[in-house]
């Protein structure tokens, strides 16, 4: 079964603190992708990356950071957590090229920052 | 500029009854649609999908949509509903050629027994 494995299912920080959420996919797929999910807000990409230590900002890039060293793993950096990066974090991974096959999303991280 | 609209925040109905979740969308090209599921502090989970051919697609747990291109939309539609169903539910786009989906905002499917 091909999975996106999201290294923590609730993850709690103090503010100022840096922050790892790490992802991991099995599948070999090129393109990964951090979104953060927030009530009436829906999916608002952060980041992501279609190949080895290439990134892309998304849409709400600011306060975060992303590292790509190696095909399948994925880590979203909060580089000192605010309470307003409080929220629920999916990685999302997919093929490149084409879109047919959608994206394959991990579990979610529900991070909350005191 | 490629969007997806999702009109209802929320969709309650009766358990037993059929159950429609709009979607419509806007995009310069011809893109591939997908509906996704989320049930409570999980990931999504694809639930169908409109690549090409027969407009009327059938997905998991005997949901199905149906592509219009003259109206741009691609509605998800379950004849009976369950509690079981109940969920959150998005809607998404991608050009072919693409690697980035556009996600409408959700919407939450309540069935009440």
């Known amino acids: 079964d091909v999975k996106v494995t999201q290294s923590s299912r609730y993850l709690v920080k103090r503010t100022g603190e840096k922050v790892f959420l790490e992802c991991v996919q099995d599948?070999?797929?090129?393109?990964m992708f951090w979104y953060r999910q927030d009530p009436g807000l829906g999916l608002r990409l952060i980041y992501f990356?279609?190949?080895?230590?290439?990134?892309e900002k998304g849409d709400i890039p600011e306060g975060y950071s992303v590292s790509r060293e190696k095909k399948e793993r994925f880590s979203l950096i909060l580089e000192s957590a605010s309470t307003n990066q409080t929220s629920m974090y999916l990685c999302?991974?997919?093929?490149?090229?084409?879109?047919?096959?959608?994206?394959?999303f991990g579990s979610g991280t529900r991070l909350t920052v005191v | 500029a490629q969007s997806v609209a999702q009109p209802e925040d929320q969709v309650n109905v009766a358990e037993g009854n059929p159950l429609t979740v709009k979607c419509t969308y806007s995009v310069s090209g011809n893109p591939y649609l997908f509906w996704y599921v989320q049930y409570p502090n999980r990931g999504l989970q694809f639930l169908l999908k409109y690549i090409t051919g027969d407009n009327l697609v059938k997905g998991s747990y005997g949901f199905e949509a149906e592509f219009n291109k003259s109206q741009t939309s691609f509605h998800l539609k379950k004849p009976s509903a369950l509690v079981s169903d109940s969920a959150l539910y998005f809607c998404?786009?991608?050009?072919?050629?693409?690697?980035?989906?556009?996600f409408g905002s959700g919407t939450k499917l309540n069935v009440k027994p």
């Open positions: 999302a991974s997919s093929f490149s090229g084409t879109g047919v096959f959608g994206y394959t």
């Open positions: 599948m070999d797929h090129e393109n």
């Open positions: 990356s279609y190949d080895v230590k290439m990134k």
């Open positions: 998404a786009i991608i050009l072919y050629n693409f690697n980035k989906f556009y």
